[in-house]
């Protein structure tokens, strides 16, 4: 098992570091400093041009639910917000291709069709989104790969350079993950842009997403990081 295919019985994070990241200030402030540059990849300009003729053609409350995986929280969401667009976006084909039939659904939520899932890279996908000026209102990311190791700190939304964009995205931002440092690490990376958030406990009755599932059965904590802009 690495550290981004958690899968049956999940263990709870093991990291090395102590505390957040002595590095992860520094880290900000260089992405802040200096924007990426890197080019949009193909395949997720195409996929981010199809949902933006989408987007821009409607006029209602638009949900962004980031690193959808199989799109069960999209699915979810959509029922829960019937009068908005919930656009789920993951770089996997393999998950975001899955039968909605081996997504478990309660509620008829796989009836749904206020929603969409696009499969692209977020490191990319989201420059677009902000430069296109989508107005959003919810943005999740729901149990992002931790990368729990020090070393990998850049791998973490918080360290990548991308940060800056992911913060200016929606209204507000709702963050969950089973290692509260991660959340900890994001709230104190998102001071630096004025952005203040509170975490507390999720209490799990319907799950939102699998890996939501597989924690709460896991007997673990999960934890969410909520952001409300000004
Ligand atoms: C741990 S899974 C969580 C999936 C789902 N949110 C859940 O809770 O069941 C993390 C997801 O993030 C996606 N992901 C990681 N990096 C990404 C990126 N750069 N762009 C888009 N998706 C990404 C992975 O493909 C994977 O589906």
């Not at 990291?15 to 400093?33: D, S, Y």
């Not at 789920?88 to 899932?117: M, W, Y």
């Not at 800056?164 to 931002?173: D, K, N, R, S, T």
């Not at 842009?193 to 799990?204: D, F, Q, R, W």
Request: hydrophobic letters at 40%; aromatic letters at 8%.
């Amino acid at each position: 098992m690495n550290d981004t295919e958690i899968t049956g019985d999940s263990k709870a994070i093991v990291t090395n570091q102590p505390g957040v990241h002595e590095k992860l200030v520094e880290i900000v402030n260089k992405h802040i400093a200096h924007p990426s540059q890197k080019p949009i990849q193909a395949h997720t300009q195409q996929a981010f041009d199809e949902i933006n003729e989408i987007v821009q053609a409607f006029s209602g409350e638009v949900i962004l639910d980031s690193c959808c995986g199989v799109g069960q929280s999209t699915r979810l969401l959509a029922k829960q917000n019937p009068k908005a667009l919930v656009i789920g976006v993951d770089k996997s084909a393999h998950r975001i291709n899955r039968n909605v039939d081996e997504v478990k659904l309660d509620n008829g939520a796989g009836n749904v069709e206020n929603f969409h899932l696009v499969r692209a890279d977020l490191n990319d996908f989201y420059r677009l989104v902000l430069a296109a000026n989508w107005q959003i209102s919810k943005h999740y990311i729901l149990y992002p790969n931790p990368w729990p190791k020090a070393k990998h700190v850049q791998r973490r939304w918080h360290g990548s350079a991308v940060f800056p964009q992911i913060v200016a995205i929606g209204q507000a931002l709702i963050l969950r993950s089973n290692w509260l440092l991660y959340l900890e690490e994001f709230k104190v990376a998102a001071e630096i842009l004025a952005c203040k958030g509170e975490i507390s406990t999720v209490n799990v009755t319907q799950p939102l997403t699998p890996f939501e599932a597989k924690f709460h059965a896991s007997g673990q904590q999960c934890w969410q990081l909520h952001i409300v802009k000004n």
